[in-house]
């Protein structure tokens, strides 16, 4: 299983960008699909997790502002960030939790390389 981000870049202070993450492999089901991020110097923090059937939630740095959805068909995931501040730079990590083929119901955590954002002032 593998998970592969797109969508990062630099963008100005106000802007917005979305963040695009598709998992695949030899994929049985996928649950819970997240977003995290890690700014330089900083632990990984959770941005926002989606339930396979469509449950959200969000730190609150960024209620309001980011939005999480998914594509169950396309093993997809994306988080959709607007009004973006420079607090928000960081790498952005897709997170998935996947049941592969074969595995009956044990699940094992995936994450992607990560995406660079930066935001600008």
């Known amino acids: 299983v593998q998970l592969a981000e797109s969508g990062g870049g630099s963008v100005q202070a106000g802007g917005s960008l979305r963040l695009s993450c598709t998992a695949s492999?030899?994929?049985?089901?996928?649950?819970?699909m997240g977003w995290y991020r890690q700014a330089s110097g900083k632990q990984r923090e959770l941005v926002a997790v989606?339930?396979?059937?469509?449950?959200?939630a969000y730190a609150d740095p960024v209620k309001g502002r980011f939005t999480i959805d998914r594509d169950n068909a396309k093993n997809m995931v994306y988080l959709q960030m607007s009004s973006l501040k420079p607090e928000d730079t960081a790498v952005y990590y897709c997170?998935?939790?996947?049941?592969?083929?074969?595995?009956?119901?044990?699940?094992?955590?995936?994450w992607g390389q990560g995406t660079q954002v930066t935001v600008s002032s």
């Open positions: 997170n998935a939790d996947v049941i592969p083929m074969g595995w009956g119901q044990d699940h094992s955590d995936y």
């Open positions: 492999g030899m994929i049985f089901k996928i649950n819970r």
């Open positions: 989606i339930t396979n059937t469509g449950s959200t």
